[in-house]
């Protein structure tokens, strides 16, 4: 599949041999896969999208070879409101902004969270967004994740920032307090997928996607070791995922850590302080890419939360007491 571009509001691909005789919908999710299904169905429906010059129902079959142009526009999203929610921007210019995502914040509007979540922020800070796919979020981070997140607020930076993650060119860093003492950093390379019992968790399977997570130790402590973690791949829960199935999960991590073991010896204050730590010990700490407009890398870091700092604390001084330092 070829694409190209012309200016920021046409695009233009050639259908590949792997889309050859689907639905025209189901070629234009694969094909320009940074744009929801029910967007390009509008636009489809608009007469944006045509295939040799000419207009198809989002049913009709397209070929390889065929040439499928499309003019993306901005149609407002009126299921997602925009709400006065305070969150940290840590950088804004006309084609991108990045914050610095806080603990219990969902990303996107879903079931059970239709108000609450950083895309309704986003709207009532930047109204255009509504007019992008997703509100201008091209990746996202869990729940209880905290951290940067890049949002784009022009069709062409969502587009080249969407580009930028497929080729892997995007950095993305991590700290994780995880159970278990590592010797050495390593590379899990195993593939996640839906699980196959469980609907509401990832798992490694043998036939899932892709996942490549590097890692690396920062602080080791009595029984738990401080890691940074680089994503190579971007799946679902993958940090999280990874860690569990080399035996190491994230410390307070509600779907992947099991049932929650208490630290033999552990004083006191160190056990209500482990026990208090209800999230998964994850922050995205650092952020780097190409910036869309100017073609320059970029970088941005956020400090770790006072949360996972307090627990870092604590383990520390459970070191000094058990090495009697």
Not at 8 to 23: D, M
Not at 109 to 134: E, F, I, K
Not at 170 to 193: D, F, L, W
Request: aromatic share 4%; with cysteine.
């Amino acid at each position: 599949m070829t694409k190209t571009s012309t200016d920021n509001t046409y695009l233009s691909a050639t259908v590949s041999a792997e889309c050859n005789g689907l639905r025209l919908d189901q070629a234009l999710a694969r094909m320009w896969s940074e744009y929801s299904r029910s967007r390009l169905k509008q636009w489809v429906d608009q007469g944006l999208v045509k295939v040799n010059d000419e207009s198809l129902r989002p049913r009709d079959k397209v070929f390889a070879g065929d040439v499928i142009s499309l003019q993306p526009q901005q149609i407002p999203d009126e299921t997602w409101s925009a709400e006065d929610i305070a969150i940290d921007v840590v950088y804004d210019d006309d084609a991108l902004m990045v914050v610095n995502k806080a603990a219990g914040m969902v990303v996107h509007p879903a079931a059970g969270n239709y108000n609450g979540t950083l895309v309704n922020a986003l709207l009532h800070y930047a109204p255009d967004l509504a007019g992008l796919p997703r509100a201008g979020i091209v990746h996202r981070l869990d729940k209880d994740t905290t951290g940067l997140l890049v949002i784009a607020k022009t069709l062409q930076a969502h587009k080249i920032l969407v580009e930028q993650l497929e080729q892997r060119s995007v950095k993305r860093k991590y700290v994780a307090i995880v159970q278990g003492t590592m010797v050495a950093g390593s590379t899990i390379n195993e593939p996640i997928a839906r699980h196959p019992v469980n609907r509401q968790r990832m798992a490694v399977v043998s036939t899932g996607r892709e996942a490549i997570t590097h890692y690396r130790v920062r602080e080791r402590f009595r029984r738990h070791t401080m890691v940074d973690v680089q994503l190579e791949t971007g799946r679902t829960h993958q940090i999280r995922v990874h860690m569990a199935h080399i035996k190491c999960p994230l410390l307070g991590d509600p779907v992947y850590n099991g049932r929650a073991r208490r630290m033999a010896g552990a004083s006191p204050e160190l056990t209500e302080c482990l026990d208090g730590f209800k999230r998964q010990a994850l922050h995205a700490f650092e952020l780097g890419l190409i910036h869309p407009d100017s073609g320059e890398p970029i970088e941005w870091q956020a400090p770790i939360p006072d949360d996972i700092v307090a627990v870092a604390d604590a383990l520390r001084l459970d070191n000094t007491l058990h090495n009697g330092i």
